[in-house]
């Protein structure tokens, strides 16, 4: 079955960094679109950035030139490289991918921006 397990959310400072990753199973993972979402308190979810099946990527403009997408085929790995964190940042994150007409979800990984 498809499995997406996120990990590496954690507690940092404003301007920090952090690298999330996206273990995937359960499906061809190289022909399938990956993305990260992300849901701050009390607010909707919503798309940080996605990488396609060519590499190419996407982002949300709060994130865009602070955040990094990638993903590795031969490990069915997505990572989000995210430097000078703020505290509006503070979300949980979940990587998210469609297969046979249905969106999968991860658990989730805590990452809170904050002195």
Request: net charge positive.
């Amino acid at each position: 079955q498809v499995q997406l397990v996120e990990s590496g959310g954690d507690l940092v400072q404003p301007g920090g960094s952090l690298r999330l990753s996206c273990a995937a199973s359960g499906f061809a993972f190289s022909n399938h679109v990956i993305s990260w979402y992300r849901q701050g308190p009390g607010k909707k979810r919503e798309v940080v950035a996605s990488v396609g099946t060519g590499y190419n990527t996407n982002y949300a403009d709060s994130v865009r030139g602070r955040f990094i997408i990638s993903r590795d085929n031969a490990k069915s790995r997505v990572s989000l490289e995210m430097k000078y964190l703020k505290p509006e940042d503070t979300a949980i994150y979940y990587c998210s991918t469609y297969h046979n007409g249905r969106e999968y979800w991860g658990q989730g990984t805590q990452v809170t921006v904050s002195t």
